[in-house]
């Protein structure tokens, strides 16, 4: 099966840019998605098709995606966006479709 | 507005059956591929099984053969039946809408939580 590997935790004093790796065997041939989760709620879509925003998403909030890495970027960072992260890809190469989320990285504002 | 409304969680001994719903409203379910997906407390995301607007569906192998999902179109709600219930099973249960044009879930419900012990 496909699996997803992030870092457990992501440290980022306000202000400053932080980046989260996604990695997968060539995701960068796969569409990537990014769920914002808090505690105690549900996950919300951050980021879709490796770099596309939701409509009421700051643009703070950025993607990209090649070769084996998939990358969410939360430049100025504010005390609101301490969460969960996860990514998340569809994967075909079973015999029959998956969803697949990563191990999910816990971004601390310092 | 998409609104996605979960029910049926609760406290159930180890072997026993549980079903969840999940009412929508501002869509239509058999329209769009609906999911659900789970996270064990203190853990990450899992998806759980998949129902696409043709009727197809797919599961998780954790699940497999367990779990049935399912719709009523008439009252535009999806289920999860869910039998042998282990300790394993225990967590929160999600409901998503699949997006039309791809394979993100930009719709979530609230959660209902599942715990399996006796």
């Known amino acids: 099966s496909y699996v997803l590997t992030q870092p457990p935790s992501v440290s980022v004093a306000p202000g400053q840019t932080a980046r989260i790796t996604c990695g997968g065997n060539?995701?960068?041939?796969?569409?990537v998605h990014w769920y914002q989760q808090k505690p105690g709620q549900a996950p919300v879509l951050v980021v879709y098709d490796d770099s596309d925003r939701p409509s009421g998403i700051p643009e703070r909030f950025s993607g990209s995606n090649s070769g084996n890495t998939a990358t969410l970027t939360i430049s100025r960072v504010e005390a609101g966006d301490e969460a969960d992260y996860y990514c998340q890809v569809w994967d075909s190469s079973s015999d029959h479709p998956l969803y697949v989320f990563g191990t999910g990285t816990k971004v601390t504002v310092l | 507005e998409v609104q996605l409304v979960e029910s049926g969680g609760g406290l159930v001994q180890p072997g026993g059956s549980l079903r969840l719903s999940c009412a929508a409203s501002g869509f239509t379910v058999s329209s769009n591929y609906m999911s659900w997906v789970r996270q064990a407390p203190g853990k990450g995301l899992e998806w759980v099984s998949v129902i696409y607007s043709g009727g197809s569906t797919y599961y998780a192998d954790s699940v497999k053969g367990r779990f049935t999902i399912s719709r009523d179109n008439s009252k535009n709600t999806l289920y999860l039946q869910m039998n042998s219930l282990r300790a394993e099973d225990t967590a929160v249960y999600y409901c998503?809408?699949?997006?039309?044009?791809?394979?993100?879930?930009?719709?979530w419900g609230q959660g209902t939580l599942v715990t399996v012990s006796s």
């Open positions: 998503a809408r699949g997006d039309s044009g791809g394979d993100c879930y930009p719709s």
């Open positions: 060539n995701i960068g041939s796969k569409s």
